[in-house]
């Protein structure tokens, strides 16, 4: 990649004061840890974010998007390239309570706008920090429902410059996972399925759902550092391994959820990296399973 001649192509595109240079990223990741991006730009269209992502590509680059940074470790050395901060949020309600909506959109003000319009099913997803196209990526959900259920088609940019809609079930949909986390392919627009209900009864469930958001720990984190294994929950075997409250540098297993790690404020990412691999390594070494990370590693490790 030859990261000058991709600024030049970029700022052919964008006004140059909108693209920067060595941008600290724990500005923009939940857990407020990370170093910096070499370019940084924030798209707000659905086309910002393809023409950005193709003017990398010219340069045999592969940028990293980043929507809310509420599922990543981006290390203390940052990351090479082009960083894409996702902020198209367009959404547009269709008919039969289909919704389309661009990548960038917040998951909960895309609750809060299908409840006014009467389209049900996505009540779960306003406890969901992030955006559209990560969570279809990483198919985020509850215990209940996950994001692949409501996934009529995606629009995808593929790592060749290509713009396709793939279908739901092309999408590969499995426990926190898809087909393009694993290709890389980013999400443009997705095409979601809701269903018919009361304004009224959408508000409630909206209330439900944020409760129960009430129980889990404040403060920067990423939510759950860790998948389930088949059969268990990665809290459990945390805590029987007693390693709440663990702390290395500045970061801590929260005491109110174990699969938590919290910023107590002056983290580093080579924290967060040391307790995960202490809560790993304890965990097989007491039940022979072996964690796996739910939070995407991002930078030079
Ligand atoms: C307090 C808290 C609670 C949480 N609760 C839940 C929960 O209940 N359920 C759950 O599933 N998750 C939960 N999470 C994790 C997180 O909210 C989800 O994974 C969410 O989908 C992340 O969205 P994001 O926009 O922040 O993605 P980011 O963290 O910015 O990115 C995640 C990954 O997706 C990639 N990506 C981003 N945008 C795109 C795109 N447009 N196309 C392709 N790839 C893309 C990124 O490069 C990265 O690899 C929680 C996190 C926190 C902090």
Redesign the pocket.
Known sequence: MNLQRLQANLRKIFDPDRLLQNEPLAKHC?WRVGGPADLFITVRTADELTQAVRAAQAQSHKP?????????LVSDKGIRGLVIL?RAHRISFQQNHVVEAD?GTNLAVLAKEAAKQGVGGLEFLI?????V???V??N???RQQWISILVEKALVLTNNGQETWLMGDELDFSY?NSK?KQSG???ITARLQGKPDEPLNIERKLKEELKVRKT?PTGP????VFTNPPGDFAGRLIEACELKGLQIGGAQISEMHANFILNLGDAKAGDMKEVIEKVKSEVAKKFNIQLEEEI?Y?GEW
């Not at 990293?64 to 990543?72: E, M, P, W, Y």
């Not at 406890?127 to 955006?131: A, V």
């Open positions: 939940n990293t998007i980043l929507g809310f940074g509420a599922n990543v996702n990548s406890g969901i920090p992030g955006t196209g990560a969570a990526a990483v985020a959900g509850t926190r393009l392919e980013t999400v889990q984190s990423a939510g759950s995407r991002l």
